[in-house]
C-alpha cells in the first residue's frame, strides 16, 4: 500500500482544479494520457516546476488519437503551447484538453476555436486565413476558385461589420447559432 506513486501534491491538484473543468480524477487521467505520449521525457511524479518546463515534441502530441486526423493538429498544439510552438508542457495539455473538454462553456470553445483560426494570429480571420482554413478541410481537393467561393460566402454571412474579415464577435455570432459546435469542439477525456 505504501508503493503509491503520488504524481502531484494535494496543493497542485487544487489550484488544477481551481483552473479548469476537471475533477482531480479527470486531472490524473489527463496526466496519464500526457505521460503515454513519451514515458521516457514525462517523469511519474511531476515536481517542481516539471509541469510547465518539461515540453513533449508537436511531432508526438500529433500522434494522439484524439488529433492525428484532424487537419488543424499542428495549429491546435502551437495555440495551446505557451510558446506558440506547439510543444507541450503538462500546464499547456490540461489547458488543452479542458478546454475541449464537456464542462468547458461555449465561450471558451468560441475563444479558442477563434484562434486557431485565425492562422496568423493578428486578432481576425481574414480571406488568407480561410482560404487555408478551406484548403486544410478540403485536403486540397478544391480547386483554388470554388475556395474563393467559399470564402465570400462565409464572409458575406459572418462579416457583420463588413471590413472584410471576421473579428472575435463576428465569429462568435455565428458560432452561437451553430448547433453541432459544442459537440464538434470536443475531446472526451
Not at 480571420?125 to 475556395?147: F, N, S, V, W, Y
Request: hydrophobic share 40%.
Amino acid at each position: 500500500m505504501g508503493n503509491k506513486v503520488v504524481t502531484f501534491t494535494e496543493q497542485q491538484l487544487e489550484d488544477y482544479q481551481d483552473c479548469t473543468f476537471f475533477t482531480r480524477k479527470e486531472i490524473l487521467r489527463v496526466f496519464k494520457r500526457f505521460r503515454e505520449v513519451n514515458p521516457d521525457l514525462v517523469p511519474k511524479r511531476m515536481t517542481g516546476n516539471q509541469a510547465h518546463t518539461i515540453a513533449v515534441p508537436v511531432e508526438e502530441i500529433e500522434k494522439l488519437p484524439e488529433l492525428k486526423e484532424n487537419p488543424f493538429k499542428r495549429r491546435i498544439c502551437q495555440v495551446f503551447s505557451h510558446d506558440g510552438s506547439g510543444n507541450l508542457t503538462f500546464d499547456d495539455f490540461l489547458d488543452m484538453m479542458s478546454v475541449f473538454s464537456e464542462g468547458a462553456p461555449r465561450d471558451i470553445k468560441a475563444w479558442y476555436a477563434f484562434r486557431i483560426y485565425d492562422l496568423d494570429d493578428d486578432n481576425f480571420i481574414g480571406r488568407e486565413d480561410l482560404l487555408e482554413a478551406t484548403r486544410l478541410l478540403t485536403k486540397g481537393e478544391l480547386h483554388p476558385q470554388e475556395r474563393d467561393e467559399i470564402v465570400a460566402s462565409v464572409l458575406d454571412e459572418a462579416d457583420v461589420d463588413g471590413d472584410g474579415r471576421l473579428s472575435f464577435m463576428d465569429f462568435e455570432h455565428v458560432v452561437v447559432r451553430a448547433p453541432d459546435f459544442l459537440s464538434t469542439f470536443h475531446i472526451r477525456v
